[in-house]
Every structure is written in structure tokens, then in C-alpha cells.
């Protein structure tokens, strides 16, 4: 079984520029979640869909992050602008439902600085 | 608010003795317990969860976990380490309450170093 795919692997861009990450998560599996990772901390959630629609956003930063899943398969995260504070580990996860009890399959990651 | 506690930085120990990560938690209901391991440059693993049942849960790669719901905790053990155990441990909940909506929160990552 194929897992969470993840890409760019690295991104190095200025602060204010723009970036989007993609992900693919493993087929089937309706739930899709966004993580920040920063240096020396556990993953934060970003944004948590449930098919294409939104089931929590309540930590992502709107006036600069933005997410969607078209089609309830693949997801982007964009960042625009980036700020030096951006510069973390963007982990994808996807799970098989919904259910609370549902382990999250994650992604290998892109790692952003931001400089 | 949920919340995950790892007190441990880091926990050395030498190879072939137990290994003991500690995980503490806090939700407004019942919990559902994760762990996860980080290896460098890579996502994270998913170990074992607590779901119901037996308080003693057992995972992958021979680690183990027990669930003491006066204490909240859920720490993850291993009765004898080894040098490829050394990495990144994160434990994890979600609140079985549904108001709650299904977050998945992260305790802040336990590094273990096993020496040979």
C-alpha cells in the first residue's frame, strides 16, 4: 500500500514570497490533516478535512495560510506571505474515517525556511 | 482544551535494559491514546493506540504501553532496547467527546538515545 506522498521534500524561499505544498494521501482514506512541525516541538494541526470539506481550521493562520482539497483527494497548503516564523516541517497525514479512534498515516514532510 | 505532556527532553539508556517514555494527558472526556516514533528525515510512525479494553496495549517493533486512567498517563515501554530504538517519540489524544472535534494534539516529542 502506497503512503502519504509529499512534495516539495525542501523549500528555501525569502520571507514574502509565496509557496504551496501538495499532498496525496493514501487511497481511500476520507480524512486529510495539515501539520506544523517547528524545530524541537510536536506536530500542531493546520487544517483538518473531512472528504473536501473543512472539520477544523481553528489554528491556522487565515490572514496568510490557505488550504483546499479539490475533489476530496489531494490537498494544497499555500503561504502567502511567508514570514521567518513559517520556517518549519509541513507534515501530511490522511486516516481511513473519521473516528476518533482512527490512527493518522503521515507523510514524510517539507521542510520550509524561510530566510 | 486537550493537552499531552512528555516531562523527558531526552532519556538515555544503554542497550538491552527497559526503556521507559513517560506521557501524560489532559481532555474534557475519555481519551483515545497514540504513540509515535520520528526517525531523522522522516514522518511519523504510528506505534500502538488505546482505544478500549486491556490497559495494557502492545505495538510494533515490541514496545508496549499502559493506560492508568487515575494517573492520565500512557507511557510507552520497551522491556529491552535497542540502538535502532533511538529516535523521536511523540505521544498523542483525542477527546472520545465529540464536541471536541476530533483533534489529534501532540505531546512535544521525547528524544531517545540508546547506547551500545
Redesign the interface.
Known amino acids: 500500500e502506497a503512503g ?1 506522498a509529499q512534495s516539495p521534500r525542501y523549500k528555501i524561499i525569502e520571507k514574502r514570497q509565496s509557496v504551496a505544498f501538495w499532498c496525496n494521501p493514501i487511497s481511500g482514506h476520507a480524512t486529510l ?1 495539515w ?1 506544523q512541525q517547528i524545530l ?6 493546520l487544517i ?1 478535512f473531512q472528504n473536501n470539506g473543512v ?2 481550521d ?1 489554528q491556522l493562520p487565515k490572514d496568510r495560510f490557505s488550504a483546499e482539497r479539490l475533489k476530496g483527494v489531494d490537498s494544497t497548503l499555500k503561504i502567502q506571505p511567508a514570514k521567518l516564523e513559517d520556517s518549519a516541517v509541513y ?1 501530511c ?1 490522511s486516516s481511513f474515517g ?1 473516528a ?2 482512527t ?7 517539507t521542510r520550509l525556511t524561510v530566510v | 482544551a486537550q493537552s ?1 505532556a ?1 516531562p523527558e527532553d531526552q532519556v538515555n539508556v544503554a542497550e538491552g535494559n527497559p526503556l521507559t517514555v513517560k506521557c501524560t494527558y489532559s481532555v474534557s472526556g475519555n481519551p ?1 491514546l ?1 504513540w ?1 516514533v520520528q526517525y531523522p ?6 506505534l500502538l ?1 488505546y ?1 478500549t479494553g486491556d490497559n495494557l496495549v502492545k505495538g510494533s517493533y515490541g514496545f508496549e504501553a499502559e493506560f492508568n486512567k487515575s494517573q492520565t498517563s500512557f507511557h510507552l515501554k520497551k522491556p529491552s532496547a535497542l540502538v535502532s530504538d533511538s529516535a523521536l517519540y ?1 505521544c498523542a489524544v ?3 467527546w ?1 464536541a471536541a ?9 521525547t528524544r531517545v538515545l540508546v547506547k551500545p
Open positions: 502519504v490533516y501539520y524541537g516541538q510536536g506536530p500542531k494541526l483538518q472539520v477544523d481553528s507534515l497525514a473519521a476518533a479512534n490512527e493518522a498515516f503521515f507523510g514524510q514532510g | 499531552v512528555q483515545y497514540f509515535y528525515n522522516r514522518g511519523l510512525q504510528f493506540k482505544i511523540f483525542r477527546d472520545r465529540e472535534g476530533n483533534k489529534l494534539t501532540f505531546g512535544g516529542g
